[in-house]
């Protein structure tokens, strides 16, 4: 035994909902080698000594390894979070876990700093906890957004307004694709490069404001320690040092009376920048004034880091004790402000004065700590906003004017902010493009003010959508076509169109991606599309399972069905455990959306119970026939479905006591002519999504009439072409049941003969491959293929005669049956075979190649009810 069997084998975030949660979790693997039962105890109970843990009496390595996990991410100041063990196979030596998360990178840190505590306590080695709590607050303060980004964030997400976070350069967005904002801090789209060109440079914004009669410290720019006494002695003193671009008051020096006291602060200043503002030094009160889109919406008095003597306690005394305060903090979420510093720059700033801090203040003697009143320094913040005299709130407005600010932070020093500013000797020092917000809406004295919402209102004034439309669709069959179809129909209505499929990521149906991208990479591609009307979401099971939805929530969900297909992958072995995944979709939709569910799977229907929105259901099945249809059409419902019989067969849908006609089967291409029947739940899904989402019904009706299933619009899916040799029939057929459908329409097409060139990927189970060539036994001749890419792990040939297995045991003729190690030769050799009037279906692996073998042989390609005939 050694503590180094435990092991983490994968971490991976599921940042959207999944199967184990509706918040973002972290997905951890866990191994124990050859650790024994004991070797769990004895960890189980240092674990529980050393956190003050309890219930982890007969616990698993994976219930250990999460109580720590948990507790090392509430230490580090993280909301208390919670989690589950959702392996729990000691006979296979696998556990997994899935913890919940403030932030993500602080997570995975816990997970592998709880792994070193229970190796430690296995191996009973000393642990220092104290330091690794303090390793993770660090982890912890690096991840997380600023106070100003975070009262955004929850300000945005109050308003039901989508949020969406870059963890790598602290870029928010606010909102989904054409209704989409980015910020990052207060800093917004709206704000101009020019206005932040010019706020960037200290000297600059006051030449800015000076050009429109605002009155301004006086003073120049230095380059060298020469040049800042020259403008000191010209400007006269006192004045102050700053560096020409710097923020939280780095590099400020404060009151400077001599020269002297210039070249002391030099140093300071020039480390921030190399050009230095020397200033008239102003006296009075210093204020933030924030201008949001024109208009003061806040106004603070902000008093600089201090301590109060008790004629006792030494300064470092004085400052420790107020920072006990919870509110005193930069982890803690909810505190407002910062602790009082204790660092280099204080030692600085107190050496000034001749004082250390061991110095003793007398009693009631104040010691500011800083020389500017920053809150991220230790300051403190008053609310002013009412004070402020109307003729001061104007000119704060020009000068937020003047620099072309959206969101201006204005720093003014006047003795009283309700008296005029020209009759009290007040200036503006400086403007500032991303202001602090928190000590507005969490002042340490006076009434909150709404800044965030200030800043909302501009960006999205009332009516203004925040949003678009996002409609994802999952299921084992039909993703692809329904998606492509919904698609359709929303442009038929005019909508700029973002969709991903299994072929690539479309806007406006021109690809910008090529690929199987059904998964959350490429649903942020579309939701980040500042062009994107609507969102329209193939969802697939592998990037649920990978990495969660790749949204908090949607407005409409689809579910075509759920059969066996991906079984044995990802833990996922059962019908019924697939279907809890596809469940996560519609358990998305929004309290005000609809989840459009096949009333024909009852694995499917059951997911009703799941959603939150609207269930809209639809069903192929005889009107009357399904329970189900007719007790929501009972109580007044959305229904899609089949009336009538032969030519007169339609595609309606039910709404309350309405009843809209959508057109016959027959008119309808993606139906062949109705022969397709595989394809008549896929057209009931979408039309019902386009309707549930106010696409008129003439616009619906219009859609479906006019989308041709081809080899470019729908590509790998019931692509018909008309050779020189006969038809030929290119679908990706990869399941028994979608299998079964495909052979279902061949099986009426006429024809002399009937190939199927058949292959699928080699991830499925070996009875799934038989069942597959179980299901082509009755046809003529059967080629049964592989593709390289597509093999996934398993031997040359092995897929193919699996498949051929299944065909014969179903009864095929031996010698019917071909077998070939690449796809390309099974279609040359069917080529060859081929006479006028045969039919053959390709089950492509790569549908492209396949179409692109055909060219020189195709006469025309069939685009709907024409090629039933």
């Known amino acids: 035994m050694t503590a180094s069997d435990l092991q983490v084998v994968e971490v991976r975030a599921l940042r959207g909902p999944s199967l184990w949660a509706r918040d973002p979790v972290l997905v951890a693997e866990l191994r124990a080698g050859v650790l024994s039962r004991r070797d769990l105890d004895d960890a189980s109970a240092r674990v529980v000594q050393l956190l003050s843990l309890e219930g982890l009496e007969n616990g698993s390595w994976g219930h250990v390894l999460l109580a720590v996990v948990l507790e090392l991410q509430k230490r580090a100041g993280a909301p208390e979070q ?17 913890i919940g998360f403030d932030e993500e990178d602080l997570a995975a840190e816990a997970v592998h700093e709880g792994v070193r505590i229970v190796r430690d306590c296995i191996r009973n080695d000393d642990i220092d906890l104290n330091e690794t709590v303090a390793h993770l607050v660090r982890t912890y303060e690096r991840a997380r957004p600023g106070p100003t980004s975070l009262v955004m964030i929850e300000a945005a997400r109050a308003r039901g307004i989508p949020v969406r976070r870059n963890r790598d350069d602290g870029i928010i967005q606010l909102g989904l694709g054409a209704a989409m904002h980015r910020l990052r801090s207060t800093m917004t789209d709206f704000t101009s490069v020019i ?30 320690i020469e040049d800042a006494l020259d403008i000191a002695r010209d400007v006269g003193f006192p004045v102050l040092l700053k560096p020409l671009d710097a923020n939280n008051g780095r590099g400020i020096s404060g009151r400077i009376d001599d020269e002297e006291g210039v070249r002391a602060a030099w140093p300071a200043a020039v480390a921030e920048h190399p050009v230095v503002i020397v200033e008239r030094f102003a006296e009075g009160k210093d204020h933030r004034v924030v201008v949001v889109n024109g208009r003061v919406v806040a106004a603070v008095e902000r008093i600089p880091a201090h301590v109060r003597g008790d004629g006792v306690r030494s300064i470092r005394e004085l400052a420790e004790a107020i920072n006990l305060d919870p509110n005193r903090s930069k982890t803690n979420p909810s505190a407002s402000l910062s602790p009082l510093p204790l660092d280099a720059r204080t030692l600085e700033y107190l050496a000034r004065s001749g004082r250390t801090l061991d110095s003793i203040p007398a009693a009631d003697e104040v010691v500011t700590l800083r020389a500017t009143a920053n809150i991220s320094t230790g300051g403190t913040a008053i609310d002013r906003t009412d004070d402020i005299h109307p003729e001061n709130r104007a000119l704060c407005e020009l000068a937020a004017g003047a620099v072309a600010l959206d969101v201006a932070g204005l720093d003014v020093l006047t003795p009283d902010i309700s008296i005029p500013f020209r009759e009290n000797n007040a200036v503006i020092i400086e403007v500032n493009a991303s202001p602090g917000i928190r000590m507005h809406t969490h002042p340490d004295s006076g009434t909150p003010r709404d800044v965030p919402g200030a800043i909302l209102d501009m960006l999205y004034p009332e009516g203004t959508p925040t949003s678009i439309p996002v409609i994802a669709i999952t299921g084992t069959n039909g993703k692809t076509t329904t998606t492509r179809l919904i698609a359709h129909l929303f442009t038929a209505h005019a909508k700029r169109v973002g969709f991903t499929t299994t072929d690539g990521v479309y806007f406006r149906e021109q690809l910008l991606m090529e690929g199987d991208l059904t998964g959350p990479f490429a649903a942020n591609i579309i939701l980040s599309h500042p062009q994107v009307d609507v969102a329209v979401l193939e969802t697939a099971r592998g990037g649920i399972l990978r990495a969660g939805l790749g949204f908090t929530e949607c407005d409409v969900a689809v579910v075509t069905n759920v059969s066996a297909d991906h079984l044995g992958l990802r833990d996922i072995n059962t019908i019924e455990q697939l279907a809890a995944v596809k469940a996560v979709v519609p358990s998305a939709v929004k309290p005000t959306g609809h989840a459009i569910l096949n009333a024909d799977d009852h694995r499917v229907a059951a997911m009703r119970e799941q959603t939150q929105g609207r269930v809209v259901l639809f069903s192929t099945a005889p009107l009357g026939d399904n ?8 109580e007044g419902g959305v229904v899609a479905c089949l009336e009538g019989e032969g030519a007169a067969e339609e595609f309606v849908i039910h709404d309350g006591e309405t009843r809209i006609a959508l057109g016959t089967v027959a008119e309808v291409p993606l139906t062949f002519g109705g022969m397709a029947r595989f394809q008549l739940g896929n057209v009931l899904a979408a039309a019902a999504a386009a309707y549930v989402q106010g696409v008129p019904p003439a616009v619906i009706r219009e859609g479906l009439s006019t989308f041709t299933p081809s080899a470019s619009r729908t590509p790998g ?66 080629i049964f293929k592989e593709h390289e890419h597509y093999r996934r792990g398993r031997a040359v040939g092995e897929i193919a005669r699996l498949m051929a297995e299944g065909a014969k045991a179903g009864g095929a003729r031996a010698g019917s049956i071909f077998r070939f190690d690449d796809e390309r030769d099974a279609v040359a050799l069917a080529l060859g075979m081929m006479r006028s009037g045969d039919v053959v279906v390709v089950m492509a692996d790569d549908a492209a190649a396949v179409t692109r073998q055909l060219e020189p042989y195709v006469i025309e390609e069939k685009t709907g009810a024409a090629s039933s005939t």
């Open 82 to 98: 919670v989690g589950r063990v959702i392996i729990d196979d000691p006979a296979n030596d696998r556990w997994a876990l899935a």
């Open 717 to 782: 899916r019931m692509n018909v072409m008309e050779t020189t040799r006969g038809r030929v029939i290119i679908d990706y057929a990869h399941n028994a049941a979608a299998t079964a459908g495909l052979f279902e329409y061949v099986r009426k097409t006429p024809a002399k003969r009937r190939f199927a060139i058949l292959g699928a990927p080699g991830d499925r189970r070996d009875e799934d491959l038989r069942e597959i060539g179980r299901l082509s036994a009755g046809l003529d001749v059967l």
């Open 627 to 634: 329970p189900l249809i007719g007790t929501l059409l009972a």
């Open 195 to 224: 206005a932040a060109e010019i706020t960037s440079n200290k000297q600059r914004t006051k030449d800015a404001l000076a050009r429109v009669g605002l009155d301004v410290p006086g003073g120049s720019t230095a380059r060298t």
